[in-house]
């Protein structure tokens, strides 16, 4: 142990003899040590070959797990830039290949929300404009009957009777487009409607006598198949059915007849058909006819104080209750001729318990 560093090394092996010396062997110890050495090398080199190895393989297998990612990546960025359809590689192989299709789902769910948010926003630009543009006619007409009151009208009995009767036909224009729009606006948000039985017998009793009142030139049959029994809002199905007898008031000439029908189809649902034998809607406009703001003269004309909004707010409220109106074309309503005039809107309800099946008891009137 003492000799100096770089000194030849020797094995050395000392045996007593038996007669009496000792003998001594050394090997030097050089040819060992440089065996030792070159497996050392050789392992150094062995093991770091093995890890280059091993970390080369992990790189790449890393890159092919994270290929995926680089396409949702670069998916992710195009989304980002404003394209909305663009999707990912899907592969239920691997957990990768599953998260896209997750995101996939993910994407299509936000891709349906968006463009119902931008039908909303377009939906809500022209409902204003449409709105700001009715109740702009009322009160322009007012500020001109005020006007004409304050350049001598007042002293004029004729002219002052006609300036009120137009300020108050006016007022009731705007309250009844102001009221329709709070309705609209109400079944929009989606508030919950009161569930309560309904018998849309009695309801359509009532709207029938209220019609006849207001329009006593207009004949109002009301036909009745027993009770009619729905779950739902009284005042909203009454409105609803006040509203399709406005309609008739207010684009059938004095002397139409009209008919509410209310009928039971078996244990499906509840319809209220409303016919009248005026001029009735021409086809094209039928399906536009419960669109906010739609009339079917094309220059809007409001000689008749129509809002555009009554079969509006007929369709919605029959959708909040799960229903549905529709126009029914009048040549299907039993015409021998098959070229029936008028209008026969039509609403369908889920029929409520216990709803009847007595048999038809009309009421006459008008």
Do not use: C
Not at 196 to 211: G, H, I, K, Y
Not at 276 to 303: C, K, N, Q, Y
């Amino acid at each position: 142990d003492g000799a100096e560093p770089g000194a030849p090394a020797f094995r050395v092996r000392a045996e007593r003899l038996a007669g009496g010396g000792i003998l001594i062997v050394a090997l030097p110890l050089d040819e060992v040590r440089r065996t030792l050495a070159r497996l050392v090398a050789i392992e150094v080199f062995v093991t770091l070959l093995a890890l280059g190895a091993a970390v080369g393989v992990g790189l790449w297998l890393v890159r092919v797990g994270l290929r995926p990612l680089e396409g949702i990546e670069a998916t992710a960025a195009t989304i980002a830039a404003g394209d909305l359809s663009a999707r990912v590689a899907e592969d239920d192989r691997t957990e990768v290949g599953r998260l896209g299709r997750s995101l996939n789902r993910m994407l299509g769910r936000l891709e349906q929300a968006f463009d119902e948010r931008a039908a909303g926003e377009e939906r809500l630009r022209r409902f204003v404009a449409d709105a700001s543009h009715e109740l702009r006619t009322p009160i322009a007409a007012i500020a001109a009957y005020a006007e004409l009151f304050d350049r001598g009208a007042r002293h004029r009995p004729d002219d002052l009777e006609r300036l009120l009767r137009g300020i108050r036909s006016e007022t009731e224009r705007m309250r009844r487009l102001v009221e329709d729009l709070l309705v609209l606006a109400r079944l929009d948000e989606g508030r919950p409607l009161r569930r309560e039985p309904v018998d849309l017998t009695d309801v359509a009793r009532e709207a029938v006598e209220a019609a006849r009142i207001v329009g006593p030139d207009r004949p109002v049959l009301l036909i009745a198949h027993g009770p009619a029994r729905v779950i739902g809002d009284r005042m909203a199905l009454r409105q609803a059915i006040d509203n399709l007898l406005a309609n008739v008031r207010a684009h059938t000439p004095p002397g139409t007849k009209a008919t509410v029908e209310v009928a039971v189809d078996g244990e499906g649902p509840v319809v209220v058909r409303v016919r009248d034998d005026g001029p009735g809607i021409p086809p094209e406009h039928r399906d536009r006819v419960f669109e906010r703001f739609h009339r079917v003269d094309a220059a809007r004309a409001r000689s008749r104080g129509g809002t555009g909004l009554g079969l509006a707010v007929v369709a919605a409220v029959a959708a909040a209750h799960h229903g549905e109106a529709r126009v029914v074309d009048p040549a299907a309503e039993g015409s021998s001729d098959g070229h029936r005039r008028g209008t026969v809107v039509e609403v369908r309800l889920p029929g409520g318990a216990a709803s009847g099946s007595d048999s038809a008891r009309p009421v006459s009137g008008g």
